[in-house]
């Protein structure tokens, strides 16, 4: 299934990932990390970095912890680095990424309900769809805040559905990271990858109904699939209709 078969298959809800999909807030985030690693003197290469991407709060302080050692002060460094990206949304360098307003029109238009399931604090959900400019566009936003456990648990997916009052199955989720396609796979839903700042791997083509270079290529397909439809439905009109003059 794909993005161009929404109707097609009944889906009953689409469920976005925030970051890195609908706004361009991992860029920031890994420029925030490289100043705070600059400021407090230690090492933070990119492979680190990245490795942050799509991953809860408290994952994130494992994931530091362990680089750093448990000595270093990782909530402080966490915490810098959520100040300096802050502070680049705060100057509007935040931006919706390609597509991502089309794709909201578009479900709009289809009548579907939408949410997002992000791993961000609620806090840091609403200054970032707030600066994108996306606060309004949705039914239900669903945060770290709201579950037991971030992705890559299902929990976010699982909720925003219930929210919905959809069934998990006829859901279709948008991720850009690795752990948002696994936690929308094992709540059992059709997911499409579009990836950011981490490539598509073997487990993401098989995880994934569909890999897309962006949002905007989901909205191109399925109007490309519109237009086939509508062609072949005025095909059979034509070819089905009496002629006007009894023949």
Do not use: W
């Not at 949304?89 to 794709?103: D, R, S, V, Y």
């Not at 579907?112 to 936003?141: C, M, N, Y």
């Not at 509508?230 to 002629?243: C, L, Q, Y």
């Amino acid at each position: 299934m794909g993005a161009g078969s929404m109707k097609m298959f009944d889906v009953e809800a689409v469920i976005f990932d925030m970051d890195g999909l609908l706004v361009d807030t991992e860029r920031l985030a890994i420029q925030g990390l490289a100043k705070a690693a600059l400021e407090m003197d230690v090492d933070a290469p990119d492979v680190f970095c990245r490795s942050l991407i799509g991953v809860s709060a408290d994952a994130c302080l494992d994931l530091a912890a362990r680089h750093f050692g448990e000595l270093f002060d990782s909530p402080g460094f966490l915490t810098l680095a959520s100040t300096h990206s802050a502070d680049l949304i705060a100057q509007g360098l935040l931006e919706p990424k390609p597509g991502a307003l089309e794709m909201l029109d578009y479900v709009d238009r289809l009548g579907i309900p939408k949410a997002v399931a992000t791993s961000s604090s609620r806090e840091k959900a609403l200054l970032h769809l707030g600066a994108g400019g996306f606060l309004d566009r949705f039914q239900h936003i669903v945060t770290r805040d709201d579950v037991a456990n971030g992705k890559p648990l299902p929990d976010l997916y699982l909720c925003a559905a219930a929210r919905l009052h959809a069934n998990p199955r006829a859901c279709l989720a948008f991720e850009d990271s690795y752990n948002g396609v696994r936690a929308a796979h094992a709540a059992g839903m059709p997911v499409i990858m579009v990836p950011d700042l981490l490539p598509a791997t073997m487990e993401m083509h098989e995880k994934a109904c569909m890999i897309l270079p962006d949002l905007l290529a989901a909205c191109r397909i399925e109007l490309r699939r519109m237009q086939r439809r509508k062609s072949i439905v005025a095909g059979s009109v034509r070819a089905t209709a009496p002629a006007l003059d009894g023949r």
